[in-house]
């Protein structure tokens, strides 16, 4: 995943193709390019794969991408009662803001999210902020 983000952000640089058509492409195929498309998409496209990425019983599976943050829009998320950031290993951050937006919100999954894991400041921010959310590392 980070490696396709990353080609995919080069041609973008370089290249007069539509890149984001060939993520779309990626995606649709090969279930890949998730981190790029969340970051450049128009909102309502995002929300369909934020949708495509969430089980029946209100688990949003966004383990493996390489985030190092969670993209803003993660709020359009609709029926979300769990969140698996499992394994992003450079995870930094998490807007704690967009996440309020998210009443149904029970538990954020962290496993291998360490710098997260030893960060005091943000869990306590974020546990003022939502005091129901249960953090497993």
């Given amino acids: 995943e980070n490696a396709i983000r990353s080609k995919l952000k080069k041609l973008e640089r370089n290249t007069q193709l539509d890149i984001l058509e060939l993520a779309r492409y990626g995606y ?3 279930r890949q390019g998730v981190a790029y498309l969340l970051e450049k998409l128009p ?5 369909r794969i934020l949708a495509d990425r969430t089980d ?3 688990t949003l599976r966004l383990a493996r991408l390489g985030f190092s943050s969670v993209p803003k829009n ?3 998320a609709q029926g979300i009662q769990t969140i698996d950031l499992s ?3 450079s995870l930094r951050t998490i807007p704690i803001k ?3 937006q998210l009443p149904q919100l029970k538990q954020l999954i ?4 360490f710098y997260l894991k030893t960060n005091d400041k943000w869990k306590a921010a974020l546990a003022e902020a939502l005091p129901q959310v249960e953090l497993v590392f």
Wanted: without cysteine; negative net charge; aromatic residues 8%.
């Fill in 56 to 58: 029946a019983e209100g």
């Fill in 98 to 100: 967009q996440l309020a």
């Fill in 28 to 30: 649709a195929r090969h």
């Fill in 87 to 89: 394994y992003n290993t």
């Fill in 43 to 47: 909102p309502e496209e995002a929300q």
């Fill in 110 to 113: 962290l496993r291998g999210a």
């Fill in 74 to 76: 993660i709020y359009l």
